[in-house]
C-alpha cells in the first residue's frame, strides 16, 4: 500500500493483465515453494478470458478472507482511525491515530514505537520498517466487512489506491504483509501460512476475481 | 560492544555500547543524563521520550544503533534556559506532582506544538494519549498546553 | 536550588554558608508531640545533635530542611510555604534541601498517612516565628530600640519610626547568641501573606527540564546496577539456577543468589550485577532459575473471593465496633437490605519502578533512594544486617511517586544485601515487570451489608468484612480486629445510628499486603457508602438528605450544603444520573457529587465530577486541588479498570499493555472547592480518593437502576 496516490481508472479485467495471471498460475502450478518474492515473473502476454473461473475463485477467496480478517491483517485495517491490537483486536490502547499518511500524528507516529524489527517480549510493539496503517484517502477498511464487500473493494481502484492486478499480486509479498506472518513473541499467526494464502490471493485473482455472493459470509 | 557516536543536545558522545542496548539506557548509563526516564521499558508509558530528528520516539524501544547520525534532544536540551513554551507552561500552570513522567510529556507536548501550534482539545488527545501519569495530572496537561500555544503564538509573533 | 541530600557537614559547605549562622531545629522529648524549639547550644546540653531545620547564613541566605519523602503530594512546597510565613522571608529565596534519615533529629519522618502537615504545622510555625522573633530581638539591641517598634518583613528587619533597616543576614551573628523566647506569637489565619495563597511548587522548574533527582537518577562513583530475578509466588526460595547465558552477557560482573525481607518473611532470587541497567536486566531475562515454592498456598483471584464470600455467610467475625441490637432487629425485620461488595487487590504503579542505591563499607552503610519511610528502613536493616542504626545513613531523593509502596524496607534492604556481596555501590533496578508482581498490594476485600431502615431511618446497620489485615504482617495480632474496619466511615454516623456493628472476620493468604493511597478508606468507603445509598434509596430519601439527616454536626452539614450548591443537586432531576458520597480519611472528609450520562456506543460516560474537600486548616489551595485531581484519577482507574489478579499464586499483568493505567482521553472534567473554617489541619494527599468509586456507582444505579457491587467494573458495558 505504498502507492495510493493517483486514482486510477481502467478495466480491471484488461487483456494485459488476464495474461499477467495466466502465466503465475502455471508457476503456482509448478509449486508455490518457489514463489518468491523476487521471482515473480510478470510479462506482457496476451490472453483469452478462459481462465476465469468464478467458482474456483470464491473458493479461493474463502481462504483468503479468512487471513485478512484474522488480527493480524484486520488489525491494522480498522474500520476507524485507531489500530487494532491484541489477538482479540481491541482498540490499540493509547488510541493512535491514522493521521493523513498513515503513519500517525504528532509524538503518536507509528515509528515512534514501532522499530524495524520486532521488539522482544510479549506486550511490546511488533516492528517493520514501514509500520503504518493505510492512509485517510485509501483507508482500505477489512474490519466489519464481509467477504462480498471485502472481495469487490479489494479490486476497487478508487479504493485500493489505484492497484491494478498486477500491483495486487505484487502485494501478496509487501513487507508489512509479510510481517504478518513473523508478529512477535506471543501473537497468534494467520490461519494459515502465508504460502497457502498467497496461492488463494493469486487463484482468487487470476480466476476473474469473483465476489462470493452478499449472503455468501 | 561496539564504538558509536551518538549527538545529543548538540553534543557528541563517543560511546562503546552494545548496539542492541535501547537508547534510554545509553542516555542515562553511559551519557549520564538523567533527565530522560525509565517507566514500563515496553512503549507503553512514554517516560522515555526523546527527540529522534525531532520525532517523539519511545527510548526505551529504540535500539542506540538506530541514533547513529541522528540528532537526539532530550529533556535537558529541549531549551537553553528551561524556557520551552511548554515547559513555561508547566510552571505557570504547576502541571508536575511526584514529575517522573513530566519529561517524556514535555517532549511529547513539544512536538504536538512545533506540528499543531494551535491544538485543539482532540489535537491534545490525539499526541498525548501514550503518556500516562500516575498523579493524575491529566488535566493540567490539557490546560498547559493550550497554555504553551498562546505562549508560542506571542513569542513568534513578537 | 540544590535539591540533593545532604549531611550536615556537606551542606554547610556546598550551600555556601560561611561565618555564623542562625540554626534553630527542634528537640522532641522521647515520644513527646510537640517539640521544644533549641538552638545549637541547647542541642548540645540536651544531648542530642540539633536538627537544624531553618538555616539563615551572614548573606542572608534561607536553607531549609523537608524531613518528609517529596512524592509528588507537596511536602517540598508545603514545608517552605510554613516557614517563610511565619520568618517572614520570600518564598523564591529559600533553599529547600532534603532531612537525611533520622527520626530523633526530625521526628517521625515516615511520609504516609497524609501526615506532612497535619503533623508538623504547628511545630512548623512556631519554630520560624521564634527565628524571626530573635532576628528582631538582634535588631533592636543593635540599635538601641524597643523591639516593639521593630517588625520584620521581606528578610529584613525593620524599625518603624526611623525606617531603618537590617538585612538577616546582619543579624545573624547576634541572634544566634540569643536565647530563643519560650512564647512567641503566631499570626492569625487572616494576616498570612503565602499560606493559604496558590503560590507555585518551587519543585516544579526541576521537573520541567530533567535536573530533578529521583531514585533511579542517583550515581555515585564506581556504581555497579544491579537487576534480581526474583521469586514469582512472593515468598518463595531459590532451589538452584543456571547462569551460564548470563555470563556470557558483556558487562555482566556478579551473579549470586539474594535474599531479602518482606516484613516478617523472606523473598529469595538471583542477582545480577553488571556495568549497565542494560546488562544487568538482559542478564536476569538470560537466567534459568529453579523455584522452591513449597510451603504455602498458591492460591487462584477466584478461590480468594470464594473463601471470603463463604467466610461473610458462616462467620460472626471480630467486633470492632458493637453497639445496640443490630442483628437481633435484622434476624427479625420483615424487610432488609442484604448485600455484598467486593473490592479488588491494587498495585501501586508509581512511575518510578523501584530502585535504590546502596554503599556497603566497613564502617557504615549508606543508602540513597525514593524511601517514604526513613527510620523503618533504618530499624530493619540495622536488625537484618547487624549495623548500630546510626550507621545506616539515608538519603532522601525525589520520588516519582510512592502511594504507600515505597515506605517498604524490602527493596533497600536487598541493595544493601547486593553491596555487601559485591563490596562496592551498587543501584538495584526492578524492572515494571519485578514492581508489578512482586506485591505488597493493597488487599482486596469482600464486604456483607445487612441493614434495616423504619420511618426514614437506619434502624439496624451492620457491616462485616472479610480481607486480609495489614498490620498482621507487621506482625500484628492475629485474635483482634482490624483497627481499620471503620477508616473511611464518617463517626457522627455511629452516634446516630443506635444499632450498628462493624465486624472483622481475619483472613489470611500468602499474598503479602499493605497499605495504598488512603488505605482501607479506599475499599471500606464503597461499601458504607454504597450501602448508604441503598438505605437511602429503601427508605425513600434523597441520598444526600439521607445522610443529613444521620450526620448530626455543623461541619458535616456545610460541607453538604456546598456539595449541593455546587454540582445543582436540588435541580438535578430524577433518574439524571447524579450520584453523591462522603467518606473520612486522615482527619479530612471529602464528599463528591458524580454525574454520568448514557454513552453514545453504549456504557456509561462520565460527565461531571464535583469534590468539595474540607481539610481544615491548608497551606496552598493549588496543592489542594492538584492532590484531588489526582485523587479522583487514581480513584476512577480503581473503580474501573484495576485488578491484581493472582493466578496459582502469582501476580498474573506484568506492565502497563495488561494492568493498563487512565490516560488524557479518560478523564472527566473535576471541580474542586475546598471549605474555609479554623479547624485543625486535615490530610490532603489520600483524603479525594476514597468516595470517588462509590459516587460514580450510586450516580450509575440513578441513570440506569443497575447496582454495581464488584470493582473494578468497565464503564463500556455497564
Same mark, same amino acid.
Given at each position: 500500500?505504498?502507492?495510493?496516490?493517483?486514482?486510477?481508472?481502467?478495466?480491471?479485467?484488461?487483456?494485459?493483465?488476464?495474461?499477467?495471471?495466466?502465466?503465475?498460475?502455471?508457476?503456482?502450478?509448478?509449486?508455490?515453494?518457489?514463489?518468491?518474492?523476487?521471482?515473480?515473473?510478470?510479462?506482457?502476454?496476451?490472453?483469452?478470458?478462459?481462465?476465469?473461473?468464478?467458482?474456483?475463485?470464491?473458493?479461493?477467496?474463502?481462504?483468503?478472507?479468512?487471513?485478512?480478517?484474522?488480527?493480524?491483517?484486520?488489525?491494522?485495517?480498522?474500520?476507524?482511525?485507531?489500530?487494532?491490537?491484541?489477538?482479540?483486536?481491541?482498540?490499540?490502547?493509547?488510541?493512535?491515530?491514522?493521521?493523513?499518511?498513515?503513519?500517525?500524528?504528532?509524538?503518536?507516529?507509528?515509528?515512534?514505537?514501532?522499530?524495524?524489527?520486532?521488539?522482544?517480549?510479549?506486550?511490546?510493539?511488533?516492528?517493520?520498517?514501514?509500520?503504518?496503517?493505510?492512509?485517510?484517502?485509501?483507508?482500505?477498511?477489512?474490519?466489519?466487512?464481509?467477504?462480498?464487500?471485502?472481495?469487490?473493494?479489494?479490486?476497487?481502484?478508487?479504493?485500493?489506491?489505484?492497484?491494478?492486478?498486477?500491483?495486487?499480486?505484487?502485494?501478496?509479498?509487501?513487507?508489512?504483509?509479510?510481517?504478518?506472518?513473523?508478529?512477535?513473541?506471543?501473537?497468534?499467526?494467520?490461519?494459515?501460512?502465508?504460502?497457502?494464502?498467497?496461492?488463494?490471493?493469486?487463484?482468487?485473482?487470476?480466476?476473474?476475481?469473483?465476489?462470493?455472493?452478499?449472503?455468501?459470509? | 560492544?561496539?564504538?558509536?557516536?551518538?549527538?545529543?543536545?548538540?553534543?557528541?558522545?563517543?560511546?562503546?555500547?552494545?548496539?542492541?542496548?535501547?537508547?534510554?539506557?545509553?542516555?542515562?548509563?553511559?551519557?549520564?543524563?538523567?533527565?530522560?526516564?525509565?517507566?514500563?521499558?515496553?512503549?507503553?508509558?512514554?517516560?522515555?521520550?526523546?527527540?529522534?530528528?525531532?520525532?517523539?520516539?519511545?527510548?526505551?524501544?529504540?535500539?542506540?544503533?538506530?541514533?547513529?547520525?541522528?540528532?537526539?534532544?532530550?529533556?535537558?536540551?529541549?531549551?537553553?534556559?528551561?524556557?520551552?513554551?511548554?515547559?513555561?507552561?508547566?510552571?505557570?500552570?504547576?502541571?508536575?506532582?511526584?514529575?517522573?513522567?513530566?519529561?517524556?510529556?514535555?517532549?511529547?507536548?513539544?512536538?504536538?506544538?512545533?506540528?499543531?501550534?494551535?491544538?485543539?482539545?482532540?489535537?491534545?488527545?490525539?499526541?498525548?494519549?501514550?503518556?500516562?501519569?500516575?498523579?493524575?495530572?491529566?488535566?493540567?496537561?490539557?490546560?498547559?498546553?493550550?497554555?504553551?500555544?498562546?505562549?508560542?503564538?506571542?513569542?513568534?509573533?513578537? | 536550588?540544590?535539591?540533593?541530600?545532604?549531611?550536615?557537614?556537606?551542606?554547610?559547605?556546598?550551600?555556601?554558608?560561611?561565618?555564623?549562622?542562625?540554626?534553630?531545629?527542634?528537640?522532641?522529648?522521647?515520644?513527646?508531640?510537640?517539640?521544644?524549639?533549641?538552638?545549637?547550644?541547647? @542541642?548540645?546540653?540536651?544531648?542530642?545533635?540539633?536538627?537544624?531545620?531553618?538555616?539563615?547564613?551572614?548573606?542572608?541566605?534561607?536553607?531549609?530542611?523537608?524531613?518528609?519523602?517529596?512524592?509528588?503530594?507537596?511536602?517540598?512546597?508545603?514545608?517552605?510555604?510554613?516557614?517563610?510565613?511565619?520568618?517572614?522571608?520570600?518564598?523564591?529565596?529559600?533553599?529547600?534541601?532534603?532531612?537525611?534519615?533520622?527520626?530523633?533529629?526530625?521526628?517521625?519522618?515516615?511520609?504516609?498517612?497524609?501526615?506532612?502537615?497535619?503533623?508538623?504545622?504547628?511545630?512548623?510555625?512556631?519554630?520560624?516565628?521564634?527565628?524571626?522573633?530573635?532576628?528582631?530581638?538582634?535588631?533592636?539591641?543593635?540599635?538601641?530600640?524597643?523591639?516593639?517598634?521593630?517588625?520584620?518583613?521581606?528578610?529584613?528587619?525593620?524599625?518603624?519610626?526611623?525606617?531603618?533597616?537590617?538585612?538577616?543576614?546582619?543579624?545573624?551573628? @547576634?541572634?544566634?547568641?540569643?536565647?530563643?523566647?519560650?512564647?512567641?506569637?503566631?499570626?492569625?489565619?487572616?494576616?498570612?501573606?503565602?499560606?493559604?495563597?496558590?503560590?507555585?511548587?518551587?519543585?516544579?522548574?526541576?521537573?520541567?527540564?530533567?535536573?530533578?533527582?529521583?531514585?533511579?537518577?542517583?550515581?555515585?562513583?564506581?556504581?555497579?546496577?544491579?537487576?534480581?530475578?526474583?521469586?514469582?509466588?512472593?515468598?518463595?526460595?531459590?532451589?538452584?539456577?543456571?547462569?551460564?547465558?548470563?555470563?556470557?552477557?558483556?558487562?555482566?560482573?556478579?551473579?549470586?543468589?539474594?535474599?531479602?525481607?518482606?516484613?516478617?518473611?523472606?523473598?529469595?532470587?538471583?542477582?545480577?550485577?553488571?556495568?549497565?541497567?542494560?546488562?544487568?536486566?538482559?542478564?536476569?531475562?538470560?537466567?534459568?532459575?529453579?523455584?522452591?515454592?513449597?510451603?504455602?498456598?498458591?492460591?487462584?483471584?477466584?478461590?480468594?473471593?470464594?473463601?471470603?464470600?463463604?467466610?461473610?455467610?458462616?462467620?460472626?467475625?471480630?467486633?470492632?465496633?458493637?453497639?445496640?441490637?443490630?442483628?437481633?432487629?435484622?434476624?427479625?425485620?420483615?424487610?432488609?437490605?442484604?448485600?455484598?461488595?467486593?473490592?479488588?487487590?491494587?498495585?501501586?504503579?508509581?512511575?518510578?519502578?523501584?530502585?535504590?542505591?546502596?554503599?556497603?563499607?566497613?564502617?557504615?552503610?549508606?543508602?540513597?533512594?525514593?524511601?517514604?519511610?526513613?527510620?523503618?528502613?533504618?530499624?530493619?536493616?540495622?536488625?537484618?544486617?547487624?549495623?548500630?542504626?546510626?550507621?545506616?545513613?539515608?538519603?532522601?531523593?525525589?520520588?516519582?511517586?510512592?502511594?504507600?509502596?515505597?515506605?517498604?524496607?524490602?527493596?533497600?534492604?536487598?541493595?544493601?544485601?547486593?553491596?555487601?556481596?559485591?563490596?562496592?555501590?551498587?543501584?538495584?533496578?526492578?524492572?515494571?515487570?519485578?514492581?508489578?508482581?512482586?506485591?505488597?498490594?493493597?488487599?482486596?476485600?469482600?464486604?456483607?451489608?445487612?441493614?434495616?431502615?423504619?420511618?426514614?431511618?437506619?434502624?439496624?446497620?451492620?457491616?462485616?468484612?472479610?480481607?486480609?489485615?495489614?498490620?498482621?504482617?507487621?506482625?500484628?495480632?492475629?485474635?483482634?480486629?482490624?483497627?481499620? @474496619?471503620?477508616?473511611?466511615?464518617?463517626?457522627?454516623?455511629?452516634?446516630?445510628?443506635?444499632?450498628?456493628?462493624?465486624?472483622?472476620?481475619?483472613?489470611?493468604?500468602?499474598?503479602?499486603?499493605?497499605?495504598?493511597?488512603?488505605?482501607?478508606?479506599?475499599?471500606?468507603?464503597?461499601?458504607?457508602?454504597?450501602?448508604?445509598?441503598?438505605?437511602?434509596?429503601?427508605?425513600?430519601?434523597?441520598?444526600?438528605?439521607?445522610?443529613?439527616?444521620?450526620?448530626?454536626?455543623?461541619?458535616?452539614?456545610?460541607?453538604?450544603?456546598?456539595?449541593?450548591?455546587?454540582?445543582?443537586?436540588?435541580?438535578?432531576?430524577?433518574?439524571?444520573?447524579?450520584?453523591?458520597?462522603?467518606?473520612?480519611?486522615?482527619?479530612?472528609?471529602?464528599?463528591?457529587?458524580?454525574?454520568?450520562?448514557?454513552?453514545?456506543?453504549?456504557?456509561?460516560?462520565?460527565?461531571?465530577?464535583?469534590?468539595?474537600?474540607?481539610?481544615?486548616?491548608?497551606?496552598?489551595?493549588?496543592?489542594?486541588?492538584?492532590?484531588?485531581?489526582?485523587?479522583?484519577?487514581?480513584?476512577?482507574?480503581?473503580?474501573?479498570?484495576?485488578?491484581?489478579?493472582?493466578?496459582?499464586?502469582?501476580?498474573?499483568?506484568?506492565?502497563?499493555?495488561?494492568?493498563?493505567?487512565?490516560?488524557?482521553?479518560?478523564?472527566?472534567?473535576?471541580?474542586?472547592?475546598?471549605?474555609?473554617?479554623?479547624?485543625?489541619?486535615?490530610?490532603?494527599?489520600?483524603?479525594?480518593?476514597? @468516595?470517588?468509586?462509590?459516587?460514580?456507582?450510586?450516580?450509575?444505579?440513578?441513570?440506569?437502576?443497575?447496582?454495581?457491587?464488584?470493582?473494578?467494573?468497565?464503564?463500556?458495558?455497564?
Amino acid at each position: 500500500m505504498k502507492r495510493h496516490s493517483q486514482a486510477g481508472k481502467g478495466d480491471l479485467f484488461s487483456v494485459k493483465t488476464a495474461t499477467v495471471l495466466s502465466i503465475l498460475v502455471f508457476i503456482i502450478a509448478v509449486g508455490a515453494s518457489a514463489f518468491r518474492k523476487d521471482e515473480v515473473a510478470v510479462k506482457e502476454t496476451t490472453l483469452s478470458a478462459i481462465n476465469r473461473d468464478s467458482v474456483e475463485s470464491v473458493k479461493a477467496f474463502a481462504t483468503v478472507y479468512k487471513v485478512l480478517m484474522s488480527p493480524r491483517c484486520m488489525n491494522c485495517h480498522p474500520a476507524g482511525d485507531v489500530p487494532l491490537q491484541g489477538d482479540d483486536s481491541h482498540l490499540h490502547v493509547m488510541g493512535p491515530k491514522r493521521g493523513h499518511d498513515g503513519k500517525g500524528v504528532y509524538a503518536m507516529k507509528c515509528a515512534n514505537c514501532h522499530q524495524e524489527t520486532n521488539t522482544p517480549g510479549l506486550h511490546t510493539p511488533p516492528g517493520n520498517p514501514d509500520w503504518h496503517l493505510p492512509p485517510a484517502d485509501m483507508k482500505m477498511v477489512f474490519q466489519g466487512k464481509s467477504a462480498h464487500e471485502l472481495a469487490k473493494q479489494l479490486v476497487d481502484k478508487k479504493k485500493n489506491g489505484n492497484k491494478d492486478i498486477k500491483k495486487l499480486i505484487e502485494h501478496a509479498d509487501d513487507g508489512l504483509v509479510l510481517a504478518g506472518w513473523n508478529p512477535g513473541e506471543g501473537r497468534m499467526l494467520p490461519p494459515v501460512s502465508h504460502a497457502e494464502f498467497k496461492k488463494a490471493w493469486l487463484t482468487w485473482l487470476n480466476k476473474g476475481a469473483y465476489a462470493p455472493k452478499k449472503t455468501s459470509n | 560492544m561496539a564504538k558509536i557516536t551518538l549527538n545529543i543536545n548538540n553534543k557528541e558522545y563517543p560511546l562503546e555500547a552494545d548496539p542492541q542496548m535501547p537508547l534510554l539506557w545509553a542516555i542515562r548509563d553511559l551519557a549520564g543524563l538523567k533527565g530522560t526516564k525509565y517507566g514500563c521499558g515496553v512503549a507503553q508509558c512514554g517516560a522515555c521520550v526523546v527527540h529522534l530528528n525531532g520525532e517523539a520516539v519511545r527510548s526505551c524501544v529504540t535500539k542506540v544503533s538506530r541514533a547513529v547520525g541522528k540528532q537526539v534532544v532530550t529533556i535537558e536540551g529541549l531549551s537553553a534556559t528551561n524556557n520551552h513554551p511548554v515547559q513555561k507552561a508547566w510552571q505557570e500552570i504547576d502541571v508536575p506532582q511526584c514529575g517522573y513522567c513530566h519529561s517524556g510529556q514535555i517532549m511529547s507536548a513539544a512536538v504536538l506544538l512545533r506540528e499543531k501550534p494551535d491544538p485543539t482539545d482532540q489535537d491534545i488527545d490525539d499526541a498525548m494519549a501514550g503518556n500516562i501519569c500516575r498523579c493524575g495530572t491529566y488535566l493540567r496537561i490539557r490546560k498547559a498546553i493550550h497554555l504553551a500555544a498562546e505562549m508560542q503564538k506571542k513569542t513568534s509573533q513578537g | 536550588m540544590d535539591n540533593q541530600t545532604l549531611s550536615r557537614r556537606n551542606f554547610l559547605k556546598t550551600s555556601g554558608m560561611t561565618g555564623a549562622v542562625l540554626s534553630l531545629g527542634f528537640y522532641w522529648p522521647g515520644n513527646a508531640k510537640s517539640a521544644k524549639i533549641v538552638n545549637a547550644a541547647e @542541642a548540645q546540653n540536651f544531648g542530642v545533635e540539633m536538627n537544624s531545620w531553618v538555616h539563615i547564613d551572614t548573606s542572608g541566605k534561607v536553607t531549609i530542611f523537608d524531613h518528609r519523602a517529596e512524592m509528588g503530594q507537596g511536602s517540598y512546597q508545603a514545608v517552605p510555604q510554613i516557614v517563610a510565613e511565619e520568618l517572614e522571608v520570600n518564598l523564591n529565596e529559600i533553599n529547600v534541601v532534603f532531612a537525611q534519615g533520622d527520626n530523633k533529629k526530625y521526628g517521625n519522618q515516615v511520609t504516609g498517612g497524609s501526615s506532612t502537615v497535619r503533623g508538623s504545622y504547628k511545630n512548623l510555625l512556631k519554630l520560624s516565628a521564634t527565628a524571626r522573633e530573635m532576628l528582631i530581638q538582634a535588631a533592636a539591641a543593635k540599635w538601641g530600640v524597643d523591639k516593639a517598634e521593630c517588625y520584620a518583613e521581606g528578610g529584613n528587619v525593620i524599625h518603624k519610626p526611623s525606617g531603618k533597616r537590617f538585612h538577616y543576614g546582619e543579624l545573624v551573628d @547576634a541572634a544566634s547568641k540569643l536565647e530563643p523566647p519560650k512564647e512567641v506569637i503566631l499570626k492569625k489565619r487572616s494576616d498570612y501573606k503565602l499560606i493559604g495563597k496558590p503560590l507555585r511548587r518551587l519543585d516544579t522548574p526541576l521537573k520541567t527540564n530533567g535536573s530533578a533527582i529521583f531514585g533511579l537518577d542517583k550515581e555515585i562513583p564506581g556504581m555497579m546496577y544491579a537487576a534480581v530475578e526474583r521469586n514469582p509466588r512472593l515468598r518463595g526460595k531459590v532451589k538452584s539456577f543456571d547462569d551460564t547465558k548470563t555470563r556470557q552477557i558483556p558487562g555482566v560482573k556478579h551473579v549470586f543468589k539474594v535474599k531479602m525481607g518482606v516484613f516478617n518473611t523472606y523473598r529469595e532470587g538471583v542477582a545480577v550485577v553488571a556495568d549497565s541497567t542494560w546488562a544487568a536486566i538482559q542478564g536476569k531475562k538470560a537466567l534459568k532459575v529453579e523455584w522452591d515454592d513449597t510451603g504455602f498456598e498458591h492460591l487462584d483471584t477466584e478461590e480468594i473471593y470464594k473463601r471470603q464470600r463463604e467466610a461473610l455467610q458462616t462467620q460472626e467475625g471480630l467486633a470492632f465496633k458493637k453497639q445496640g441490637e443490630p442483628s437481633e432487629i435484622i434476624a427479625k425485620a420483615a424487610k432488609k437490605i442484604d448485600v455484598t461488595y467486593e473490592t479488588p487487590y491494587q498495585y501501586h504503579a508509581a512511575m518510578e519502578p523501584l530502585n535504590c542505591v546502596a554503599h556497603y563499607q566497613d564502617d557504615k552503610l549508606e543508602i540513597w533512594g525514593p524511601i517514604q519511610a526513613p527510620e523503618w528502613v533504618q530499624d530493619y536493616i540495622s536488625k537484618e544486617m547487624s549495623i548500630p542504626k546510626e550507621k545506616v545513613i539515608l538519603n532522601m531523593t525525589f520520588l516519582g511517586g510512592g502511594f504507600g509502596r515505597k515506605a517498604f524496607m524490602d527493596y533497600p534492604h536487598e541493595a544493601s544485601v547486593i553491596s555487601k556481596e559485591i563490596k562496592a555501590p551498587v543501584q538495584v533496578v526492578w524492572t515494571r515487570e519485578d514492581d508489578a508482581t512482586q506485591g505488597p498490594f493493597r488487599p482486596g476485600i469482600t464486604y456483607r451489608c445487612e441493614g434495616v431502615v423504619s420511618n426514614g431511618a437506619i434502624d439496624a446497620f451492620k457491616v462485616k468484612m472479610a480481607g486480609q489485615n495489614n498490620a498482621h504482617w507487621r506482625g500484628g495480632k492475629k485474635d483482634v480486629p482490624n483497627g481499620s @474496619a471503620s477508616e473511611g466511615f464518617l463517626k457522627p454516623y455511629m452516634d446516630s445510628i443506635k444499632n450498628l456493628a462493624i465486624m472483622d472476620i481475619p483472613f489470611e493468604t500468602p499474598i503479602p499486603t499493605m497499605w495504598w493511597r488512603s488505605v482501607y478508606a479506599s475499599t471500606n468507603g464503597f461499601a458504607y457508602e454504597s450501602f448508604l445509598d441503598e438505605l437511602a434509596l429503601e427508605a425513600g430519601k434523597d441520598p444526600l438528605e439521607f445522610r443529613r439527616a444521620h450526620l448530626k454536626e455543623e461541619r458535616l452539614h456545610k460541607l453538604i450544603d456546598k456539595m449541593e450548591e455546587v454540582s445543582g443537586w436540588k435541580n438535578r432531576k430524577k433518574g439524571e444520573g447524579f450520584g453523591t458520597a462522603i467518606t473520612e480519611c486522615f482527619a479530612s472528609t471529602v464528599g463528591h457529587v458524580v454525574k454520568v450520562s448514557k454513552a453514545p456506543n453504549g456504557g456509561v460516560k462520565i460527565d461531571q465530577v464535583w469534590v468539595v474537600m474540607d481539610c481544615g486548616w491548608y497551606v496552598n489551595p493549588d496543592t489542594v486541588r492538584a492532590q484531588v485531581e489526582g485523587s479522583v484519577v487514581m480513584g476512577l482507574g480503581a473503580a474501573t479498570i484495576h485488578e491484581v489478579k493472582f493466578k496459582d499464586g502469582m501476580a498474573v499483568d506484568s506492565n502497563f499493555s495488561t494492568y493498563q493505567m487512565p490516560r488524557i482521553t479518560d478523564i472527566p472534567p473535576i471541580e474542586i472547592h475546598i471549605m474555609e473554617n479554623d479547624a485543625d489541619a486535615g490530610g490532603v494527599g489520600e483524603p479525594g480518593l476514597p @468516595a470517588f468509586a462509590p459516587a460514580l456507582t450510586n450516580a450509575i444505579f440513578d441513570l440506569t437502576g443497575k447496582r454495581i457491587r464488584r470493582l473494578p467494573f468497565s464503564l463500556a458495558t455497564v
